[in-house]
């Protein structure tokens, strides 16, 4: 199958700072791209579609100032928790599809602390 | 709204027994159905998927779903279960006319085997 890789498994950052995670796919170009969130013990949440050479599409109630995305490329998306807070603390994962015929690709994820 | 609805949240069996898990979508025309696999820190896998056709669906590791239309369901059975099948289950619906990689995630179950 597909691979799709996310880069890095893990990050601890100060309060304030910024965080930039990156998603690559490794063997199939995506002009899309898929963002989720996932809280301890509950299921993902999608938080904005990526597209390759456009703006992000963001999902209601999801700050596209906070979680700046870009997608500069057709194998990589890159996800930036600005300004980061305690609250932003979560399991981000990031997912692309070969094509309409087949499911979607997930990365391993990125364990953002924010301390 | 387009939603996902999963049953059971937290099952426990014993080695060889059967396992059902519930998947309910809510109405939204055209849907694709997938159950996802994620075993303690790996990331989200493929059991099997759901696009037109046979409304049984076999995928991997003996697992299989049946999609019924008039219920809108799309449960997740295995015949016998084993230890190794200990991890949290995902039901996802993509809803459109085409597969588009968007998906909806149910709250996912938490499936623990004692051996």
């Known amino acids: 199958g597909a691979v799709v890789s996310q880069h890095p498994s893990r990050v601890i950052c100060k309060s304030g700072t910024s965080v930039k995670i990156e998603c690559r796919s490794l063997d199939f170009q995506a002009t899309t791209m898929f963002w989720y969130r996932q809280f301890p013990k509950q299921s993902l949440m999608l938080m904005a579609t990526?597209?390759?050479?456009?703006?992000?599409?963001?999902e209601q109630g999801v700050e596209k100032d906070k979680f700046l995305i870009n997608h500069a490329s057709l194998t990589l998306s890159t996800l930036t928790v600005t300004s980061a807070h305690p609250e932003d603390s979560s399991f981000y994962i990031c997912?692309?599809?070969?094509?309409?015929?087949?499911?979607?690709?997930f990365g391993q994820g990125t364990r953002l602390t924010v301390v | 709204a387009q939603s996902v609805s999963q049953h059971n949240h937290h099952v426990i069996l014993s080695e060889a027994a059967s396992l059902e898990l519930g998947c309910n979508y809510s109405?939204?025309?055209?849907?694709?159905l997938f159950w996802y696999v994620q075993y303690p820190g790996q990331h989200l896998q493929l059991l099997l998927k759901?696009?037109?056709?046979?409304?049984l669906v076999k995928g991997i590791k003996g697992f299989e779903a049946e999609f019924i239309k008039s219920k809108f369901s799309f449960n997740l059975r295995k015949p016998s279960v084993q230890w190794s099948d200990t991890a949290e289950y995902f039901c996802a619906a993509d809803y459109g006319s085409s597969n588009t990689g968007k998906l909806i995630f149910g709250q996912g179950t938490t499936l623990q085997v004692k051996p």
């Open positions: 990526s597209n390759e050479g456009s703006k992000a599409t963001y």
């Open positions: 997912s692309a599809s070969l094509n309409r015929d087949t499911e979607a690709f």
């Open positions: 109405y939204g025309g055209t849907v694709n």
């Open positions: 759901y696009f037109s056709g046979d409304p």
